[in-house]
């Protein structure tokens, strides 16, 4: 493998709110162009061979990690498709400051997955399962609100293994976010609206957001009668959170602007995405595209 230090697309935020329709016509060419530079991207080349070879092997924990391991993200259409490809490694500081020092390190696992272009949205929703439900823009990855099958939540009990991006690595060198990423300036400003990454099923997921009508997207999960959260400390903030995931019901009511899998219409692009919440359940936890949640291929 040749190991790669590329931005890709990853630091250009989504168009804000007063967005022409001419600048996201550019957005569109800019996106394109990106796709021509490919060409000379031995690691697209690579996963171009085994989309056309129909392989999609398993991910495996490469040999380099830390922070001698160097990020990699790439997007770009192939085949009629959306194929996104990371590394596991994020373009940021990560595992520095957490308060809990987790005994896992980031580690490269290349990864590639095969999303529709403009995903159609499925009768109803199916619950995320643990471990990777998106890739990010950063090269690191996703898991859901979970830390264990049993209904543990990730930030009540890990959270202060969170680094200050919300992200730690898992026992086999998988570095991901349980919440939105909260190093990153552009993914904190509502008013930025930035893509963040996306989900297995093609969905995309932006930072925090306005609708439009201006307002932040909030989660319309809240807790169910009896149950109670407490405050939890961490590099990233403090947060509140229950124990377990059986504390929180959703209810579309009152002033929140989500559905069940926190998405919304994206004000200016008109598409469904996914956006990150200040309070439970933080980040999508359930798939609503059609295809349900691709593979994840090795890149390597």
Known sequence: MILVSCRGKKNRPAPS????????????????????????????????????SGSCG???????????????????????????????IPDHEAEHDQYFVNPNTRCERWTYMSLPLSPSLASSAVSTDMGVTGLAVTGGT???HLSSPMGDVAMYNEGTSLD????????????????N???????????????????RDGIPIYGYCKDASGVQFSSCFSLVSGATESEVDMAAGTFMSASLDSSYEYSASGDCNLDEANGAVHPVTGEYSYFMTETYPWLPIYYYGSEGSASLCDAA
Do not use: W
């Open 58 to 88: 398993s991910v495996a924990t490469g040999s380099s990690c830390g922070d001698s391991a160097e990020s990699y993200y790439r997007e770009f259409e192939y085949n009629g498709r959306r194929v996104v490809v990371a590394n596991g």
């Open 17 to 52: 709110f007063d967005t022409t329709t001419q600048a996201a016509e550019e957005a569109t060419t800019e996106a394109v162009t990106n796709d021509v530079d490919d060409a000379d991207d031995d690691v697209v080349t690579l996963v171009k061979s085994y989309i056309d």
């Open 164 to 179: 200050s991006c919300t992200g730690h690595s898992s026992s086999d060198g998988q570095y991901h976010y349980h919440a």
């Open 142 to 144: 996703y898991y859901n």
């Open 181 to 199: 990423i909260l190093c990153d300036e552009e993914a904190s400003d509502p008013d930025t609206c930035k893509l963040i990454g996306y989900m």
